[in-house]
């Protein structure tokens, strides 16, 4: 018994051996309980998903997020931390190793900020009522600058607690800050602009857009510019603060589709005849499935023909539901006309000009003209 008593009286970096294996044996603990209650939370985070998305509570689902965020480093930073508080040290050592759990301590903690930010942007985007695409595409615009914010915010604190006097940084920062945000006025301009979009979504991922001369459906939304494919296949790159310079039509969320077309047909057709042609078309068009009738009049009387005008809407916002439904009433229409032995006329029609051109996505409506 006296030699262990001798044992335990032995002092390395002024510790016996008794704290020294008092410290390793909290180490272990705290290194191995700490792992095992993080895969608890995993678990049970686990076992909330088998019984349906409803069952799983949010406190849950984030403290498993920030479970699975946490780096074993620091894991072994705060087992070795509860080691050594009845441990004494040389300054200098003692020094290394605030140093080290100081930023050990502030790296996790912004890691765990911004992914409960994420969290939060996630969650807001799941409980959302409108189209999905909208806060998915805004998330890593939102994320970017508040990502900035937290890691330097616990780069300051860090260096806070570590001794180191930060006013005097704060005040160069700002000067800095005021010179750089100078010589970059384009990139501040593109970066607000892309906030300005992330929480006001005027599109979202997929939106089909007319931009001035350009039309493309919505590839990317990035902290610089939002990127276009075009219906030709090219990207088209635009800077965030252009597009929000520019008038922007967002055919993503045309809600219905309306068509106008123009029937011109032969001045020689009998009066009872015209008479017949609205009713005609009307039939026609309430007959296709997916389509609304609007009217139909003969309004125009031109040099070479007596012009019908059609309106109808297509309920279906997709290009597709339109071409086949004007397909289907053009084809439903000459069929009709030549029992009726309604004549179009011949000659070549006046130039039309359209806007927009009619593109897949492009036009509100379509306008057409049957000779």
């Known amino acids: 018994m006296s030699g262990w008593h001798a044992l335990g009286q032995v002092e390395y970096l002024g510790n016996s051996l008794a704290d020294w294996l008092l410290a390793l044996a909290i180490f272990l603990v705290t290194f191995t309980v700490l792992p095992l209650v993080k895969g608890l939370i995993a678990a049970q985070q686990r076992r909330?998903?088998?019984?349906?998305?409803?069952?799983?509570h949010f406190a849950i689902e984030l403290a498993a997020l920030l479970a699975r965020r946490t780096q074993r480093l620091f894991l072994w930073g705060a087992a070795l931390w509860l080691a050594s508080r009845d441990l004494t040290f040389?300054?200098?050592?003692?020094?290394?190793?605030?140093?080290?759990?100081?930023?050990?301590?502030?790296?996790?903690?912004?890691?765990?900020?911004?992914?409960?930010?994420?969290?939060?942007?996630?969650?807001?985007?799941?409980?959302?009522?409108?189209?999905?695409?909208?806060?998915?595409?805004?998330?890593e615009v939102i994320l970017f600058p508040v990502g900035l914010v937290i890691w330097g915010v616990?780069?300051?604190?860090?260096?806070?607690?570590l001794g180191v006097e930060i006013r005097p940084l704060l005040a160069g920062l700002g000067i800095g800050g005021?010179?750089?945000?100078?010589?970059?006025?384009a990139v501040l301009a593109d970066l607000l602009a892309s906030l300005s979009i992330a929480l006001d979504k005027p599109f979202g991922l997929g939106d089909f857009l007319t931009v001035d001369d350009c039309q493309g459906s919505v590839e990317h939304i990035g902290v610089k510019s939002t990127r276009l494919r075009s219906i030709n296949g090219e990207q088209i790159v635009i800077s965030n603060a252009d597009l929000l310079k520019a008038r922007v039509r967002n055919f993503g969320r045309l809600l219905e589709r309306r068509s106008l077309f123009v029937l011109q047909v032969h001045y020689e057709t009998p009066v009872e005849r015209?008479?017949?042609?609205?009713?005609?078309?009307?039939?026609i068009i309430e007959a296709t499935p997916g389509v609304r009738f609007d009217r139909c009049?003969?309004?125009?009387?031109?040099?070479t023909a007596l012009e019908f005008e059609a309106v109808f809407f297509v309920t279906h916002p997709e290009y597709q539901a339109y071409a086949d439904a004007q397909q289907s009433i053009n084809l439903r229409i000459l069929e009709?006309?030549?029992?009726?032995?309604?004549?179009?006329?011949?000659?070549?029609?006046?130039?039309?000009?359209?806007?927009?051109?009619?593109?897949?996505?492009?036009?509100?409506?379509?306008?057409?003209?049957?000779?």
């Not at 006309?337 to 593109?359: C, K």
């Open 48 to 56: 909330l998903s088998a019984r349906g998305p409803l069952q799983i």
């Open 90 to 139: 040389p300054p200098r050592l003692e020094r290394a190793l605030t140093v080290i759990l100081v930023v050990l301590l502030w790296l996790q903690i912004a890691r765990w900020a911004t992914a409960a930010v994420r969290y939060a942007v996630d969650l807001r985007r799941q409980r959302s009522s409108g189209p999905d695409t909208l806060l998915k595409s805004s998330m």
């Open 154 to 161: 616990a780069i300051l604190l860090a260096l806070d607690n």
């Open 178 to 185: 005021i010179a750089l945000a100078l010589a970059v006025q």
């Open 274 to 283: 015209l008479a017949a042609v609205p009713r005609a078309v009307r039939e």
């Open 297 to 303: 009049h003969l309004l125009r009387c031109t040099d």
């Open 336 to 371: 009709r006309f030549r029992a009726m032995e309604v004549s179009f006329v011949a000659t070549a029609p006046r130039a039309v000009r359209l806007h927009p051109p009619l593109t897949p996505a492009a036009d509100g409506g379509g306008q057409q003209r049957l000779l």
